[in-house]
């Protein structure tokens, strides 16, 4: 097993919009060593979003290799990327995207419905998930009866469900006042520091960059400092 969860060479990205061409990266090189805790920072249009676009397996560069956990995923085709997608790398987005009307149970069993897995297991699998974010007890209140940051913690139970290496997460905190980001990057340390799952975070703010072991700091379409 690789001891970098993820290395970057070089990437470039290159979009054609219209008649201009866009470049949101211009040769981005990077290495995150396994069970690392990441924070891409940059204003909007700096290329973090890119990036981790590619970093997440849902864009290809135009140029340059991404390799993730050893694998050079920069050629995949697109069925190769859903397969990873799926079982290395567990997402965590700003606005939750859990579906309305459902349990929390159910939004957090979803990842395993399509993956031949028991009902029986789906459903300890999805207890034990919400548990470790400290959802216990709440597993039967439907999205619209969840607070804020209990449908963000109901996400990163569903992120967790098949036993990740890698947490993106994109803007976590965006949603969410500052009691309860600072609950959610409790978790995300945890992750971290208890279980050794690796974090890539996109995030604008400062106090929550803080919390990672490191910030990568973009602009441009470049890394222009770490800290």
């Known amino acids: 097993m690789d001891k970098n969860i993820i290395r970057l060479e070089n990437l470039i990205k290159t979009y054609i919009v219209g008649e201009t061409e866009v470049r949101a990266l211009r040769g981005v090189s990077n290495i995150v060593p396994a069970g690392d805790f990441v924070a891409i920072m940059g204003a909007s249009g700096s290329g973090k979003s890119t990036l981790m676009n590619i970093i997440g397996c849902l864009d290809k560069p135009t140029d340059g290799r991404y390799f993730l956990d050893g694998e ?17 790398i567990g997402f965590v987005f700003q606005s939750f995207n ?13 990842p395993l419905i399509y993956a031949n897995v028991t009902h029986k297991e789906r459903t300890a699998r999805a207890m034990a998930s919400l548990s470790a974010v400290g959802l216990k007890g709440r597993e039967a209140h439907r999205t619209n009866q969840l607070s804020g940051g209990e449908q963000q913690r109901v996400a990163i139970a569903r992120a967790l469900l098949n036993r990740p290496r890698l947490i993106l ?17 409790n978790i995300f340390e945890k992750l971290n520091h208890e279980e050794g799952i690796s974090i890539v975070m996109v995030t604008h703010e400062a106090d929550i960059g803080v919390r990672a072991k490191r910030r990568i700091h973009m602009k441009d379409g470049l890394i222009v400092r770490e800290d």
């Open 169 to 185: 997460a994109d803007e976590p905190t965006g949603n969410l006042d500052s009691k309860t980001s600072d609950e959610i990057m």
């Open 72 to 88: 050079d995923i920069s050629t995949l085709d697109r069925n190769a990327l859903a397969g990873i997608r799926n079982k290395k």
């Open 98 to 110: 859990l579906l309305p009307r459902t349990t929390a149970l159910e939004n957090t069993e979803l």
